[in-house]
Nanobody, 126 residues
Framework: QVQLVESGGGLVQPGGSLRLSCAAS?????????ITWFRQAPGEEREGVGC????????EYIDSVKGRFTISRDSVRNTVYLQMDNLKPEDAGVYYC??????????????????WGQGTLVTVSS
C-alpha cells in the first residue's frame, strides 16, 4: 500500500522558517507523480498550498505563499520538500502532502487526491 509520510513540522516564530518533508516507501517513486501540499487550520477547510509536477518538476503556488514557499524534490531520497520562509501566523495548521497519481498539477480539489500522508503540525507563534 502506498504511503506518504510528512515530517518537519513544529513551532516557529513569525518570520521564521521550516522545511517539511514528504517521503514515500521505496516502491512508490515520487518522481513519477505530481505532489501537492495542502494545509488545514483549525475550523477551516483543507486548502491547497502548492504543487510540483512530475520530475524534474514545475511548481505552482497559491498567491498567499508565492515568494515565501518553495517545493522541491530529492530523487535520491525519494522525498518532496516544502520550504517555508517568512512564516506568518496565518500559515499555521496541519500540512499534508498528497497525490492524485497524475504527472501534472491538476488543481487543489481534495476529493481527487488518491493518496494522503498523515499530516504534520505547523505552529507559528511568538
Amino acid at each position: 500500500q502506498v504511503q506518504l509520510v510528512e515530517s518537519g513540522g513544529g513551532l516557529v516564530q513569525p518570520g521564521g522558517s521550516l522545511r517539511l518533508s514528504c517521503a514515500a516507501s521505496s516502491e512508490f517513486i515520487l518522481d513519477w507523480y505530481a505532489i501537492t501540499w495542502f494545509r488545514q487550520a483549525p475550523g477551516e477547510e483543507r486548502e491547497g498550498v502548492g504543487c510540483i509536477s512530475k520530475s524534474p518538476g514545475t511548481t505552482e503556488y497559491i498567491d498567499s505563499v508565492k515568494g515565501r514557499f518553495t517545493i522541491s524534490r530529492d530523487s535520491v531520497r525519494n522525498t518532496v520538500y516544502l520550504q517555508m520562509d517568512n512564516l506568518k501566523p496565518e500559515d499555521a495548521g496541519v500540512y499534508y502532502c498528497a497525490t492524485d497519481l497524475l504527472d501534472y498539477c491538476s488543481g487543489y480539489d481534495v476529493n481527487t487526491m488518491d493518496v494522503w500522508g498523515q499530516g504534520t503540525l505547523v505552529t507559528v507563534s511568538s
